[in-house]
């Protein structure tokens, strides 16, 4: 009997265990379209050949979650980091991940083509490619779009937060409208459209303004990629895409991207999110002030902000409501998975890292997803982008 009892009992766990990984993910290409480990956490010296205890990824748990291929975003800010400028920054972050590369020969392969990415894949290895986030890295020279594309860039973001001279950012065209020069794409803007298109670029669209969005899609010959974007009507947040924005990325047969950040998966959070940086958070830190240093009052206030932000974390269920949104509205064929992981300070509970993307899966049988439309999901739209842009 009591063998019996054991018996049971590990039947049960084998079960639960093989729920929690469910075969199909495994089988599945599993691509993310955005991970920010470079800026975040490679470029201040950690080696993310195996499992680090910071950070969202790395490679050992890149594999653990079945991932394939990876997207390195290559991301500065509107300062950049090195004097020498934007196009600096984003080599020096290329560098990086060539390094890395280099440490692990047999692991990680670069993605140039397209014929690359599906060898990498066949092969088991771990394909890397590079997405450059932000057009203001290019420094409004057409030579710097090539330089780059030579050096791997195979999607550019328009814009990230900061517009640049040739296009606006969402940020831009909906908080600080009135100080805007212009709006959307210039004509410089279209050539590096048309650039992007004849060198084998993907046209990134997350982070535009809806004007350069519109401006972009009726440019471009070729299907986009809004790399880390979620559903506005769900989460109406600006970084987020209206119901328009996603017929027209179906109709031009492009793909929008998932992105996991709490804030822009989830109402409610993003509502406290408004609220703790508003007044009420400017009061706290106003009173904090009167007692300790800046970089105490730093630190106590970053505590206090992620615990009172803990109890509106979304579920993973929440996330698939997004995915879930975009196939009902127009279909299985124009959604993939975007995390932003590294890049983003709060996902849905239980989705910590890179190890977690099974959980995704997991919900998508839930609901009945079939096999043919998780692995849509999970990786073959973006590789439908990818060979029609790639060479
Ligand atoms: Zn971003």
Known sequence: MRYFILFILLFISVYIFAQSRPKIH??????????????????????????????????????EGGVDVQFFSVWTGDTPRNKEGFFKDA????????????????????????????????????????????????EGDMNKLDSLYKRGMRYMTLTWNNSNSWATSAMDETLHADSLQHKGLTDFGRQVVRRMNELGVIVDLSHTGEQTFYDAIATTT??????????????????NVKDGQIRAVAKNGGVICINFYSGFLDSNFAKKMDELEGTRGKQ?????????????????????????????????????????????????????IGSDFDGVSS??????????????????????????SIKKILGGNVLRVMKANFK
């Open 26 to 63: 495994f089988k599945a290409v599993l691509i993310d379209t955005h991970n920010d480990v470079l800026s975040s956490s490679v470029l201040e010296g950690n080696d993310i050949s195996h499992r680090i205890n910071t950070g969202q990824s790395d490679l050992d748990r890149w594999k």
């Open 91 to 138: 080599n020096q972050e290329i560098d990086s991940l060539e390094f890395l590369i280099l440490r692990n020969p047999g692991r990680i392969v670069p993605g140039y083509t397209f014929h690359d990415v599906i060898a990498g894949i066949r092969q088991k290895k771990f394909v890397a490619l590079i997405g450059v986030e932000g057009g203001h890295m290019i």
């Open 284 to 336: 706290i830190k106003d009173s904090l002030k009167q007692f300790y240093d800046a970089a105490k009052m730093n630190e106590i206030w970053r505590q206090y902000f992620s615990a009172e932000l803990e109890p509106y974390r979304p579920s993973i269920s929440k996330l698939v409501d997004h995915i879930d949104y975009i196939v009902k509205l127009v279909g299985d064929d124009y959604v993939g």
């Open 222 to 239: 070729k299907p986009v990629l809004l790399s880390h974007s979620s559903v506005w009507n769900i989460c109406p947040v600006f970084r």
């Open 347 to 372: 996902v849905p509970v239980g989705l910590d890292d890179v190890t977690k993307y099974p959980l995704i899966t997991e919900e998508l049988i839930k609901r009945g997803y079939s096999k043919k």
